[in-house]
């Protein structure tokens, strides 16, 4: 079993609709979450970061942490063909330690 | 602009032959790493240094060499005790470890091709 495991799609949804993207994880331990974006033939950005549980909002996109589940997700809202990307998920121990990644979900916006 | 170089975009080799990726970042960033991407797969960690003339393995060094003579400079080696080297290779940096509150920036990958 991975550690991290997120779902590859691809995810395709229409313009406007609002997409949800998850990851589940097995060590219970893990306190840092991250949400990079890929562009196709790009380098990942980082586009939300949570410590430990709760959510966290910036403009059209919110992060979740369910740490009792192992769960986080992301959600866009109002999405844009421009949010087409891969999304992964990342996560840590905590500040000292490397960063352990999903494979990525591919989404795909239609206009 | 800051950021991170990567070269070259694409890369080819036959088998048996040492190639040499460049990464140069210009963030003045004290870590940086090298990780590889395949399909269906997370980002790997190949070997990262934080600072200059010291580096560590990751999960999948075998087969791989780095140096970090300058700060800004962090080559990768693919040898050919790689048994599975095509890829696309991804270059990072970061002020300190790569987590949410020192963000990992990435270059735009090399995608090395071994025939």
């Known amino acids: 079993q991975k550690e991290v495991e997120q779902d590859p799609g691809p995810l395709s949804v229409p313009e406007g609709a609002i997409v949800s993207l998850n990851c589940t994880y097995s060590n219970s331990a893990f306190q840092y979450f991250m949400w990079y974006r890929q562009y196709s033939r790009k380098g990942p950005e980082l586009l939300m970061y949570?410590?430990s549980s709760g959510n966290k909002e910036d403009g059209r996109f919110t992060a979740q942490v369910d740490k009792s589940s192992k769960y986080i997700s992301l959600f866009i809202r109002d999405s844009q063909p421009s949010d087409s990307a891969t999304y992964l998920c990342?996560?840590?121990?905590?500040?000292?330690?490397?960063?352990?990644w999903g494979a990525g979900t591919k989404l795909i916006i239609k206009p | 602009d800051g950021g991170i170089t990567q070269s070259p975009k694409y890369l080819f080799r036959k088998e048996g032959q040492n190639v040499t990726l460049s990464c140069e970042q210009n963030l003045n960033h004290d870590a940086m790493y090298w990780y590889r991407q395949d399909p269906g797969q997370g980002l790997r960690l190949i070997y990262y240094s934080q600072i200059v003339n010291d580096f560590q393995k990751g999960d999948i060094a075998e087969g791989y060499s780095v140096s970090r003579e300058k700060k800004e400079s962090f080559p990768l080696t693919v040898t050919s005790a790689q048994k599975n080297p095509t890829a696309f290779y991804l270059c990072?940096?970061?002020?300190?470890?790569?987590?949410?509150?020192?963000?990992?920036?990435f270059g735009n990958g090399t995608r090395l091709t071994v025939t």
């Open positions: 990342a996560m840590s121990l905590d500040s000292n330690y490397q960063l352990i």
């Open positions: 990072a940096s970061s002020m300190g470890a790569g987590t949410g509150s020192s963000p990992l920036h």
């Open positions: 949570t410590y």
